[in-house]
């Protein structure tokens, strides 16, 4: 079956989509968005983790089908969407999203905070605690650490990098904060 | 495979009674975790997700008509005054991804016994509203639970919403995990006072193929209090009737050794959960009630 929808403000087509299908395998194999990781298709990891309609989910355990004419934001699209929110002009952006092996691209806040914070090990939970810590800030500028570890709590780092990780997000907070 | 996608609930029962082995899918917190792992390939996907009055509820009167795919974080959100025992139970559900797809007639759908609503279901009462093209049937969520996982619908019924009394008194929910987030229950137990009929109802998850109440402990605790008088004066259970309504709560188990805990293991953990959860409920309502003299 075909599936159409919008992925960090792009319009999107998959072809030859199986019904069985997850969101998870079409953004990674079909549409060439491979942030979004497959660890453990079951929900448990948060590797996955993308913003449907705003909200987050696993994207293993939606159906591609269900995302049929829906809005789907990753890790890809995460600089662009936080500059969106934070006013900024470039809607573009996520269109023209190209690897940079220079590191030059702009990041979202929290990304930065990721990098600076040493939150990033071996990187593969990265890409769902960026889209999971950055809808938390989103609603919540100010968190406890009681609020951000419940806010992570679907989400696995097993190379067991959890302090660094609350850092990130309390740097992330402070800037932002700092910012105002 | 097929990947039905009805615009609205008349052509999703139509879908249903067409296709009576359909698999309905809303939050597919389950459904997909048995694709992805080959356990299951359903000729048919019924795709619920677009079917709006599934996501909605009804407070008015003396019950919650709760849509059958409200996402456990909006029962959290907005239904914890109504309904503070499944609220509760829901805060416990996987994680937050989890908590925004999943729902109580998800839970319903699947009918495992370690499904985390439904200790909260039986201690508040529900029913569960069934509907297909031949029309519509409440069904008493103490007859739901047919087996493991297995229900009492029939195959060309859908669940539309579940019906659940709204608290009259307070609501506890526990669960026996090896951590906060991300836990199938080793066992669960909820409990519900009912003050204007001087009840109690409980409910129990995973520690039997189906959840169950624990009936027996339901009637010692209401005639132990009503002959102390506590109801009315807000006494403390005395120890010796909390530690008879455990053993009792565990009595009513019939639990299995599995990777996640042992048959006796499981019913020891009712028994905590059984006498903790009745002290928090009693507390509760003895703040409520202003006063604690001693029981008689």
């Known amino acids: 079956m075909r599936v159409t929808f919008t992925v960090n403000g792009r319009p999107q087509e998959a072809d030859d989509v199986w019904e069985g299908e997850s969101l998870l395998y079409v953004l990674r194999e079909r549409l060439g968005l491979p942030g979004s990781k497959n660890a453990c298709e079951q929900g448990e990891c948060g590797s996955c983790t993308v913003r449907l309609d705003g909200v987050p989910v696993c994207a293993c355990l939606v159906a591609a089908g269900q995302a049929e004419g829906r809005e789907v934001g990753t890790v890809e699209g995460l600089a662009d969407h936080a500059a969106r929110r934070a006013g900024g002009t470039s809607a573009d952006r996520a269109r023209q999203w190209r690897p940079d092996p220079a590191d030059t691209v702009e990041l979202a806040p929290v990304q930065r905070a990721f990098i600076d914070a040493g939150a990033v090990q071996c990187g593969f939970c990265t890409p769902g605690l960026l889209v999971a810590a950055d809808e938390l800030l989103e609603h919540n500028p100010d968190p406890s650490d009681a609020d951000i570890r419940e806010a992570l709590s679907g989400n696995l780092c097993r190379c067991t990098g959890y302090e660094k990780i609350l850092d990130a997000v309390r740097l992330a907070a402070a800037r932002a904060a700092e910012g105002d | ?296």
């Open chain 2, 1 to 296: 495979m097929d990947f039905l996608r009805p615009a609205d609930w008349e052509e999703a029962l139509a879908a249903k009674a067409e296709h009576p082995s359909a698999v309905p899918i809303a939050g597919g917190t389950d459904v997909m975790v048995e694709i992805n792992f080959d356990h299951r390939r359903p000729e048919h996907l019924l795709d619920l997700s677009r079917i709006g009055e599934l996501h909605e509820w009804d407070a008015d009167g003396p019950d919650v008509r709760l849509g059958a795919a409200v996402p456990y974080a909006r029962i959290i959100d907005h239904l914890h005054t109504e309904l503070p025992g499944l609220a509760l139970a829901a805060h416990t559900v996987g994680s937050p991804q989890i908590r925004n797809r999943g729902s109580v007639g998800g839970n319903l759908g699947a009918a495992s016994p370690a499904g985390d609503s439904h200790p909260a279901l039986l201690a508040a009462g529900a029913e569960v509203e069934a509907q297909s093209v031949r029309g519509t049937r409440l069904i008493p969520v103490e007859e739901f639970y047919t087996g493991v996982k297995r229900n009492a619908l029939a195959p060309d019924e859908l669940i539309r919403a579940v019906h659940i009394r709204k608290a009259t008194g307070p609501q506890q929910f526990s669960k026996v995990g090896t951590r906060n987030a991300m836990v199938i229950a080793v066992c669960a137990f909820g409990i519900a006072l009912h003050p204007e009929s001087r009840t109690v109802r409980t409910g129990i998850g995973s520690a039997a193929p189906t959840p169950v109440r624990a009936g027996v402990a339901e009637e010692f605790l209401a005639a132990a209090l009503a002959e102390a008088g506590c109801w009315d004066s807000g006494a403390p259970v005395p120890p010796s009737v909390a530690r008879e309504f455990a053993e009792l709560a565990s009595g009513a188990c019939n639990p299995i050794d599995d990777v996640r805990g042992s048959a006796a293991y499981r019913r020891r953990a009712v028994a905590v959960m059984a006498r903790r959860t009745l002290g928090w409920v009693w507390e509760e309502y003895r703040g409520t009630q202003g006063r604690g003299t001693l029981c008689a």
